[in-house]
């Protein structure tokens, strides 16, 4: 059967990149005694896929992972299971049956929900309340926002308006424009937060969040230092024909 | 949240931050403030190497079985942190609780290879850590050496408060007890010194003083205080199957050399080849019971996740219950996917029916250490495998559906003439002869073999330790002529030749057999850059070249002279209970080409058996 699994990953293990994840889930499923179907052939491998690879150094509360069990019990139970065999900084808080013909998550990932913050024992300009809410008010109004794209190959210039879904300087706000519903405990630890947004994911338009964060700088005239900011993954989100459902959800069984 | 030494900025500029974050699933949790005692182990090289090593995780085990004591970890960090460190005055921090290491009460450095000296000094220096025992104060913590190296300290003897000769189950316990009285007394850094000095298997080395002859050689080794015994006993875990052994290893977060469940199914050799270090310091032979290596593997299995499984030992076909372990293993964990590795094995009937089931044929190879190419040499170095085992053993496996062979050999063994280096090629070429002797159509395509040459480096307590090394040029030309023989061989575009480079294995050899004198030539490489010389895109010879001039230290006295019957060594005041005269005896019958049988055999009256236990109790048939 096929199984969505939803995972936290914070605080040191922001540095563990995620083939190292992976393996850290299949020797997690081993301790936790959780039988895990095998791919056929010569080299047989387990059956998991991760439905968007975190970045180096970003945290998260939605990281999601499908994979296909010989046997399960019901979802609080494999929940309590895997993170019985889990470090604090990795932890399972969603599980979900899915339709056996659930496609891949990373087939339909459409979008993505993230903080951005101000670490501690660093400041940013951004920071000033007044000062983010005139300049995020006028950055978003405007018809285009162009960043220079590049490539190994080449440099191009790309519109990523239209894969800002949504942007707040607060909460409140935010949850409005998304109408969803989060787990706030992770938010009130961010430290400073100063930015929220949800923003264009998957295969055909892929923005990552750092691109919005500096190009909102540059039109600030502040300077973009990538180590001042922490970010972090609230949500995915799967195209259900035009709206956005919350991967946990999407072809759940 | 755990709080990290390194800040965010830090370590995303660097390669691979997981080596330095700690939190590991197993990793042992204590708050410092409620120890006693806090130990820092250390393995001088990069952490996937360090991680890998199984005589941490024992130590590690048994050291945090006790209330009293905090025992964390630190490995060299990679040069791009190191400098990042070094601009920074960050200090190195011990994994576990992320704080410094020169706050804790030792710092426990494994020796496993020479090539890692420098690497200690990285250690010391990062640490903040008076690099020479002597500067020290109590502010340091004491630095103490272990593992294969350490049975020549010599080299780098100037660095260590002290050395633990011996297998590490044995003896730490009563040093923490005596540390822990030393700490309540408040007396100076030498007394507790002198106390650990007391204790069997401890080497204070600042207590001997060492005086030379007019040729180099040593005159007198002698104790200067009433403390210090004129021998140090190796010390010995008599009994296997009734000592610490993780149930829960670390297990890393990246991939680490070793990345499975190791298992020790015994310690010691019986085989006594004549150039085998580990086949004389470990003797006896003491071998685990199967229902210790059952129990543990279940559990370590369990508690880590790990899919794969390893038996270590020097020669794992002489664990005489091997077949019942590996098939109880290979029955028990069938449905849950888990590999078997079988390194040290004998390819023999049994070897190639586990194989066959644990292994992918069309995938995996077969590997033979023959070590040298002809049977005469073969003789001389005590290895007692003939060409007939291997040819034998070699076309079972073709017939079984292999077709490739791993060869790994010597160069430069004593004696060696440019015969025995021709039978290398010979012998390569034999065994792919073998394989065409096999019907076209019952042949799985080319037969790949694959003949490795190490150089030879004696070292001490082997009955080689009198035997000169080979130059590096001799070495070189060894090697090319090796090549040029394989290139004419009949089958020479099936055999590939990797060969091992002259420059490393030169200084192996300097320091394997070294004296004090060379301390200061180490410290002056390290201080000329030298730094991960294990570790060929950072190996510099010609700074170690510069050190040596500038010390005014000739490396040819260390390895090119045949050393006198009578000749004092700087490794001689320990005692590993194989005696010199036995290891002389052995040196005479390697130069008569004399095979001396194996202890399953017979008794070769080596000295070990005054340990009383293993092999030297067992009953013999």
């Known amino acids: 059967m096929k199984a969505r699994i939803k995972f936290s990953k914070t605080g040191s293990m922001r540095f563990i990149g995620h083939l190292d994840v992976m393996r850290y889930f299949q020797k997690a499923f081993l301790r936790a005694d959780i039988k895990v179907s095998y791919s056929q052939g010569f080299s047989p491998h387990p059956l998991m896929s991760f439905t968007s690879p975190l970045g180096i150094g970003l945290s998260s509360d939605a990281e999601y992972m499908d994979i296909t069990l010989e046997e399960s019990d019901i979802p609080s139970v494999m929940i309590d299971k895997i993170n019985s065999v889990m470090n604090d900084e990795i932890r399972v808080n969603g599980f979900s049956f899915l339709k056996d013909t659930a496609k891949p998550s990373m087939s339909v990932l459409a979008a993505c929900d993230y903080i951005i913050a101000v670490k501690p024992e660093h400041t940013s300009q951004l920071a000033n309340k007044e000062f983010i809410k005139k300049r995020l008010d006028d950055f978003i109004k405007q018809d285009k926002i162009e960043i220079l794209k590049k490539t190994k190959k080449s440099e191009k210039i790309t519109d990523i308006r239209g894969s800002i879904y949504h942007i707040s300087d607060n909460i409140k706000d935010f949850v409005k424009m998304t109408g969803h519903d989060y787990d706030k405990s992770s938010i009130n630890e961010m430290c400073l937060p100063i930015l929220y947004c949800q923003l264009s994911a998957g295969s055909v338009v892929n923005l990552k969040p750092e691109v919005v964060l500096e190009a909102l700088c540059n039109y600030s005239g502040i300077e973009y230092n990538s180590s001042v900011y922490q970010i972090h993954r609230l949500e995915m989100y799967a195209d259900a024909d035009g709206q956005l459902i919350p991967m946990s959800h999407y072809e759940e069984n | 949240m755990r709080k990290l030494a390194l800040s965010d900025e830090i370590l995303l ?170 700490k309540s007394s408040e007396k100076d850094r030498l007394d507790f010194l002198k106390m650990a000095a007391a204790i069997p298997g401890i080497y204070v080395p600042q207590f001997y003083n060492v005086s030379y002859n007019e040729d180099g050689t040593l005159k007198e080794f002698n104790p200067t205080v009433y403390e210090a015994a004129k021998t140090v006993v190796k010390q010995v875990e008599l009994d296997m199957s009734e000592t610490y052994y993780p149930q829960k290893p670390l297990v890393p977060y990246i991939k680490a050399t070793q990345d499975r469940v190791v298992l020790e199914i015994q310690r010691g050799c019986i085989r006594g080849c004549r150039f085998c270090q580990a086949g004389m310091i470990y003797r006896p032979i003491r071998p685990r019971s199967l229902d210790f290596l059952k129990k543990h593997a279940k559990t370590m299995l369990k508690a880590t996740g790990y899919n794969e499984i390893t038996l270590s030992s020097l020669s794992s076909s002489d664990y005489k219950e091997l077949p019942e372990l590996v098939y109880w293993l290979m029955d028990e964990f069938k449905d849950k996917k ?156 099936s055999i590939k030749y990797n060969c091992h480079d002259e420059d ?118």
């Open chain 2, 13 to 182: 500029s660097i390669e691979k931050p997981a080596r330095y974050i700690g939190g590991e699933i197993n990793m042992v949790v204590k708050n410092p403030k409620d120890v006693a005692i806090r130990f820092c182990m250390c393995f001088p090289d990069v952490y996937e190497i360090g991680m890998s090593h199984l005589g941490i995780q024992i130590l590690y085990d048994m050291f945090n079985k006790r209330d009293d004591i905090y025992c964390e970890r630190v490995y060299s960090p990679w040069p791009d942190l190191d400098s990042i460190m070094r601009r920074d005055n960050i200090p190195l921090f011990a994994l576990e609780s992320q704080q410094p290491v020169k706050d804790f009460d030792f710092l426990g450095i494994t020796l496993q290879y020479e090539m890692c000296y420098t690497n200690i000094l990285q250690i010391l220096d990062l640490s903040g850590i008076a690099l020479n025992a002597k500067d020290r104060t109590n502010a340091d913590p004491f630095v103490i050496g272990g593992g294969p190296c350490a049975y020549n300290p010599e080299p780098i003897a100037d660095f260590f408060d002290m050395f633990y000769i011996g297998e590490g189950e044995t003896a730490y316990y009563k040093l923490m007890d005596k540390y822990k009285e030393w």
């Open chain 2, 338 to 493: 888990i590999n078997i590795a079988l390194p040290s094995l004998r390819i023999d009937a049994f070897a190639l029916d586990v194989m066959s089931k644990i292994q992918d044929v069309r995938k995996s190879s077969l590997t033979f250490a023959p070590e040298a190419g002809t049977q005469r040499m073969r003789n001389v170095i005590n290895k007692g495998l003939s060409e007939e085992e291997i040819l034998n053993g070699a076309m079972d496996a073709f017939l079984g559906g292999w077709n490739r062979v791993k060869l790994y050999f010597m160069l430069g063994l004593p004696g060696e003439t440019y015969d025995d280096v021709e039978g290398i090629a010979i012998l390569s070429d034999k065994i792919a002869r073998e394989y065409y002797t096999i019907p076209k159509e019952k042949r799985n395509g080319r037969v790949n073999i694959v003949t490795s040459t190490s150089i030879f480096v004696p070292k001490p307590f082997t009955p080689f330790q009198w035997a000169p090394m080979d130059t590096k040029e001799e070495a070189a030309k060894k090697r090319d002529f090796l090549l040029s023989k394989v290139r004419e061989q009949l089958n020479a575009r």
């Open chain 2, 504 to 621: 490393v294995s030169e200084l192996e050899g300097v320091f394997a057999r070294g004296d004090r004198k060379l301390c200061s030539v180490i410290r002056q490489a390290y201080e000329n850059g030298c730094m991960f010389d294990a570790w060929t895109e950072y190996f510099c010879y010609d700074k170690w070249i510069d050190a040596f001039k500038d010390k005014n230290v000739d490396m040819e006295f260390y390895i090119r002279r045949e050393r006198e019957e009578d000749e004092i060594f700087p490794w001689d005041f320990i005692d590993i209970g194989v005696t010199k005269e036995f290891m002389f005896k052995e040196y005479l019958n390697s130069k008569a080409e004399i095979v001396t049988p194996n202890c399953r055999e017979k008794c070769a009256g080596c000295g070990a058996a005054k340990f009383n236990c293993g092999v030297c109790v067992e009953k013999r048939n």
